[in-house]
């Protein structure tokens, strides 16, 4: 993809941090988006936003719960119905699901993997068949983490594991989509100012029960992200740079650097040097 002139964006999550800063980004180099996302509140203060930035023709919303396999499938048909299918998916909807993991229940898992990796998934299957069938090519960007790539502590397991599993799953993915066109990159960011901290209100009332999270998630509701922290259309920057170059990886912070090395090194450690003889 050389340009982004007349391509059709489809954002999940994209009322809010980084998802919005994408949305920006593409909106000023001549994408229409449209962004995904569970929150009425947040779509209702993005497109205010994007108004005020002068780019209100460039940008359409409508609310969708990721994990909603049928709602999903049904706005992809509108997406071709409407705008033709669309040229660039970006798969951010997330939550930062945080808690002491041995206490974990079922409504933890199911929440932080059910948004995390099931959103994506979802997300794939419903667009990727029909971004094939226009036969204009495209790029897909799944959005990871850096929690993907180090070890982190168990109280982040449940996140973390999530996003490694959609790093992992987008490098697999790259041959086959390459072979249709498709480029796809995997955004990998640290700490960033956004609303991921707010997964108490996102959480559905059947995933409240059984949880042993929530009084993390309601502490977690009254901390504000950092000033020191990365803005979101800086991201938004990078992102669109890395659409462009068809970059695999796009890794915003060097900070993990050490740890990320680290733990590669102790995995190739572990490999033995000569193959196993039967």
Known sequence: MRSFHDKRAFVTGGASGIGLGIVKALAKRGAFIVIADLRPDHIDRALVEIREAGFASSVAALTLDVTDRAGFAAVAERMDIELGGI?????????????????????????????????????????????????????????????????????????????????????????????KGIGISVLCPPFVRSNIHQA????????????????????????????DLMDAETVGEIVSEGILANRLYIVTHGEFRDKMRGRNEALMDAVPEAAFQY
């Open 87 to 179: 040229d660039i998916l970006v798969n951010n909807a997330g939550v930062g699901i945080e808690g002491p993991l041995l206490e974990a229940g079922y409504a933890d898992w199911d929440y932080g993997f059910g948004v995390n990796l099931g959103g994506v998934v979802n997300s794939l299957q419903s667009f990727l068949p029909r971004m094939i069938a226009h036969g204009r090519g495209g790029h897909v960007v799944n959005v990871s983490s850096l929690a993907a790539a180090v070890r982190m502590p168990a109280n982040f397991a449940i996140y973390a594991a999530g996003k490694a599993a959609v790093l992992n799953l987008s490098e697999n993915m790259r041959e086959e989509l390459a072979g």
């Open 200 to 227: 108490a209100l996102n959480r559905p009332a059947h995933l409240r029960e059984g949880s042993e999270f929530q009084q993390r998630e309601g502490a977690l509701l009254e901390s504000l992200p950092g000033d």
